[in-house]
């Protein structure tokens, strides 16, 4: 396969491109490992830094759609988490989780890139509309709700209906950083389109969390604090070879019984992220004039999701965000991906102790307004006319599963 030589347009979409698709995947991570308790936090921003960096140094490469961006994404999220508080309900232990969420990514990328080979990319023209209608606005609630008990400073295993029921709980620091962080995702746009706005809404978060400690000095206090993310424990070299080799060891130790549990969650997982990816190259293909390959690109995501998965990242799909920013910053061939991908690593390895500091509260907000633009509010029209009524109908049962 010969590519096309990069332009300076690449490096600057890749550039851009990671700045939206990092702060999300640290938020996915967050959101996922939160589940296991406050001290994996930490790990699960690692998780979603790694899988950016995996995903976006191999899919834009193997794939078949130029300048899309592959980074860990909300079904992903929405699926990994689900299935994290199912399996610790049930008496799994931490470790063991830790496993089968590797392990789901791993056969979710394995199923992607058999149905690329089996061609099954192609059928994305025939999936019925309000079934996509449903499962992105299901999955938006999910993460609306799943993220709620942070925006509040909820305790430990709060769920929505529990959180809202208990304000005597609620931490008054956290909701001041969400609102904040969530008035200027609202606002960034207005502002300036040169930055993106999950950036800006970042920044928005960390200077309040820093502005907030003049009134409690305990918020300058980074171990312990439940506030912010924590030590990622891996900003290095070393850190990074300690988090494949974990990986490594512990895919070793799987059992038959195991990979029996997993299998339908990942097939749910592999059909998500397919859709998802191809629903993005539709939409790219459109802005671009141009025609991706899906069974092409359905091997290369299979592949950057096993990649992630076994060096203990996030899976993940061709996300529209990160694309739309990609194309807008200049982006005319697919080493925009790769150069996101680079730069994530970059971020990673050099300033991992600035993420120590972000908010919880912030990657909530954040996350919560990704969740409420993924509803489809075009869908409610369904009901309103008699000819499309059953259209509706057909959106809310795709919708109930994930809830």
């Known amino acids: 396969m010969k590519l096309p030589k990069p332009k300076v347009g690449d490096f600057w979409g890749g550039l851009a491109a990671m700045l939206v698709a990092l702060p999300s995947a ?3 991570g967050v959101t996922i490992y939160s589940s296991l308790g406050s001290a994996f936090v930490a790990q699960g921003a690692l998780a979603g830094i790694l899988g950016a960096t995996a995903l976006g140094l ?4 193997l794939g078949g759609t130029n300048r899309l961006i592959t980074a860990p994404c909300a079904p992903a999220a929405a ?27 791993l056969f979710a990328g394995m199923l992607q890139i058999l149905f690329g080979i089996v061609r099954l990319g192609y059928l994305i023209k025939y999936m019925p509309y309000p079934v996509v209608s449903g499962y992105l606005s299901g999955v938006g609630l999910y993460i609306i709700s799943g993220q709620m008990p942070k925006f509040l400073g909820a305790p430990k295993g709060s769920h929505f209906w529990e959180s809202l029921a208990a304000p005597e709980f609620w931490k008054w620091q956290s909701i001041v950083i969400g ?7 609202i606002l960034a746009p207005r502002i300036t389109k040169v930055i993106p706005a999950a950036i800006l809404a970042l920044l928005a978060g960390v200077f ?33 070879i300690d988090a494949m080799s974990v990986r490594w060891y512990m895919i070793s130790d799987v059992d038959v019984d195991q990979i029996i549990h997993i299998t339908l969650p990942a097939l749910t997982l592999a059909v998500l992220l397919s859709i998802d990816t191809l629903k993005t190259c539709v939409v790219l293909d459109a802005l671009t004039r141009s025609r991706h390959n899906s069974n092409r690109e359905l091997i290369g995501q299979g592949i950057g999701n096993v990649a992630s998965s076994l060096i203990g990242g996030l899976p993940g799909a061709g996300t529209i ?53 993924m509803i489809d509010r075009h869908s409610f029209q369904f009901f309103k006319q008699r000819s499309t009524i059953l259209d509706f109908f057909v959106v809310v049962p795709v919708i109930l599963p994930l809830h």
């Open 58 to 61: 191999i899919s834009p490469v």
């Open 208 to 240: 309040t969390y820093f502005g907030l400690g003049i009134i409690d000095p305990t918020l300058y206090t980074l171990e312990g604090n439940l506030f912010v993310v924590g030590p990622l424990g891996a900003g290095s070299d070393s850190g990074f």
């Open 79 to 105: 699926v990994l988490s689900a299935f994290a508080v199912e399996f610790m309900l049930g008496g799994g232990s931490v470790q063991s989780v830790l496993l089968m969420m590797s392990m789901l990514g």
């Open 26 to 28: 640290i938020a996915f």
């Open 179 to 185: 609102v904040v962080t969530i008035a200027m995702m």
């Open 321 to 373: 965000g990160a694309t739309l920013v990609n194309i807008s910053s200049g982006a005319v061939s697919r080493y925009s991906g790769f150069f996101e991908g680079i730069l994530a690593l970059v971020a990673f390895l050099i300033l991992g102790v600035f993420i120590s500091w972000v908010p919880v509260a912030a990657l909530a907000a954040i996350l919560m307004a990704i969740g409420v633009r």
